[in-house]
């Protein structure tokens, strides 16, 4: 069964530094790999997607993430954070054979310290 | 904003009640997902419809069920609740049914406590 890890439920970065957060993947065959972000009382926002082709993914916000098949990975990174990007983070996983359903990993929490 | 509109924003309710959360996707969306989120479960995925039509399910429970009208708009049904099912509840849109490649814009969830 299709499965994804992310690890680090917590994650602290300070303003400015590098936010490295990591989604692992459990499929035989590679899936469609997201990552959405979850303000404070808000819904989910799409930041960036992997379908086929490139396998590195620039999103909105800055945000980029690279497939990497030989490693079952899908890490999200961010040169330099921001205050603003404090929030949850879910990277979901959705297969390719049709059966429509989409997996989430359980989130990640970025604190951005000033 | 998504696009994505859910009535209500909130409701308490009692255990053994009922209650109907509604999900308006965006305009020239066909496909509706519904989603909970508890602390201890996570988002977990219930169901997706698809220009009215049930396409996957998901952990939903058997007193839970949901349909899509006609004007696409969905309501998710939860029947004989108990406390545990105090969460919150997103819907999700999408515009076609892509082989799960799709982007899915998400509502802002009705959170439901039950008492």
């Not at chain 2, 308490?12 to 989603?35: E, F, H």
């Amino acid at each position: 069964a299709q499965s994804v890890t992310q690890l680090g439920s917590h994650v602290s970065v300070s303003e400015g530094a590098l936010v490295l957060l990591r989604c692992n993947y459990s499929s035989s065959v590679p899936p469609y790999l997201f990552w959405y972000v979850q303000y404070p009382n808000q819904g989910l926002q799409l930041l960036l997607k992997y379908t086929t082709g490139a396998t590195l993914v620039k999103g909105i916000n800055g945000f980029e993430a690279e497939f990497k098949k030989s490693e079952t990975s899908f890490h999200l990174t961010k040169p330099s954070a921001h205050m603003s990007d404090a929030a949850e983070y879910f990277c979901a996983v959705s297969d390719r054979s049709g059966t429509y359903k989409y997996i989430f990993g359980t989130g990640t929490r970025l604190k951005v310290l000033a | 904003d998504s696009g994505v509109t859910q009535t209500p924003k909130h409701l308490i309710t009692a255990t053994g009640q009922r209650v109907t959360l509604r999900c308006s996707p965006r305009s020239g969306d066909l496909s509706v997902y519904w989603y909970q989120q508890s602390l201890d479960q996570g988002l977990q995925f219930l169901i997706q419809y698809y220009n009215g039509e049930e396409r996957a399910k998901g952990n939903i429970l058997e007193r839970f069920s949901a349909q899509q009208f006609p004007d696409l708009h969905s309501e998710l049904n939860l029947s004989s609740l108990e406390l545990g099912d105090s969460a919150l509840y997103f819907c999700a849109s999408s515009v076609a049914l892509a082989g799960g490649g799709e982007t899915q814009y998400f509502g802002p969830g009705t959170r439901l406590l039950v008492l």
